[in-house]
């Protein structure tokens, strides 16, 4: 921390999904914080498309911004410039958040000094593997068995995952290369562990499709929390705002959602959530 610096406060938001223009118009009334981070956890725009402007509006709100893609950015969508996919696509978002000095997964991950005491900042991209799925259900089956219901994910069109065979592949070399990351931090500091999935299959618990959970993450990061020492985990995609305790530790769904899914006449402030962090003794090491 710079000489003069404050100790930051971390905000959350997650799926502002921007393509809609009652999203987009939103942000107008979005609220400054200059002293304080916020994590933008995912699915702000579909693929590239608006991210650029998005960034250049929310920076000069906050001390930082830190950046993790949702599955919606990753999307390649039909008859769009330059049309990249999977790898070269986030890649590519990769440099347009760092063009704006956000904070991205694939940045080394900075200890800050939170009002609460040093933590430190792990924004991760993970994705998604099918894993959570009932156990009578095959991976060869588990797009089937979602279509019956109508909850297949568009991802299955419009998200590749070149040059991996598969998605399932592509979250594996993601899950290993971060869990190396994360082993090698400093184990006596706390981490806030950030991800547009939830890291745990207990979390992943959508009410009106359920069975859409297998888009949803990945039985690789089950305990990391206990394993990396968190004391706090950020995370979106569900559209379902929520905090729920495990182990001591607050697993945090920040999103926004589509129009029909919040109140306007609240403004956007009123869903900036601020990161709550697991008491200092609770973190587990």
């Known amino acids: 921390m710079a000489p003069g610096d404050s100790p930051v406060r971390l905000w959350g938001l997650s799926d502002l999904h921007i393509s809609h223009p009652r999203n987009r118009e939103a942000l107008d009334d979005f609220p400054a914080r200059p002293d304080d981070w916020l994590i933008l956890a995912g699915d702000l725009t579909d693929g590239e498309q608006g991210l650029d402007w998005l960034l250049r509006a929310l920076t000069p ?14 999307w390649t969508v039909p008859g769009r410039e330059p049309g990249l996919r999977g790898v070269a696509l986030y890649e590519r978002l990769v440099g347009i958040a760092r063009a704006h000095g956000a904070l991205t997964p694939e940045d080394p991950y900075p200890v800050v000094e939170h009002r609460d005491g040093r933590v430190l900042i792990a924004p991760l991209f993970l994705l998604y593997d099918y894993s959570f799925r009932p156990p009578h259900v095959r991976r060869d089956e588990v797009v089937r068995w979602a279509r019956e219901t109508g909850a297949v994910c568009t991802d299955e069109y419009l998200l590749h995952p070149d040059p991996f065979p598969d998605r399932e592949s592509w979250c ?29 299959e207990e979390h ?49 769904e920040v999103s926004l959602g589509y129009p029909r899914q919040w109140d306007r006449s609240r403004g956007i402030g009123a869903y900036l959530r601020e990161v709550k962090l697991a008491p200092a003794d609770a973190v587990s090491r």
């Open 61 to 74: 709100k906050f001390r930082r911004l830190v950046w993790t893609p949702g599955n919606h950015e990753l």
């Open 172 to 200: 594996s070399v993601r899950c290993e290369s971060s869990a190396a990351r994360l082993a090698a931090c400093p184990p006596d500091i706390p981490k806030v562990l950030i991800n547009h999935f939830p890291l745990e």
């Open 204 to 252: 992943a618990v959508l009410p009106r499709v359920p069975r859409f959970t297998p888009w949803c993450g990945t039985r690789r990061t089950r305990g990391w929390h206990r394993r990396f020492g968190a004391c706090a985990v950020v995370y979106g995609h569900l559209h379902i705002r929520k905090t729920d305790w495990l182990d001591g530790v607050p697993f945090q």
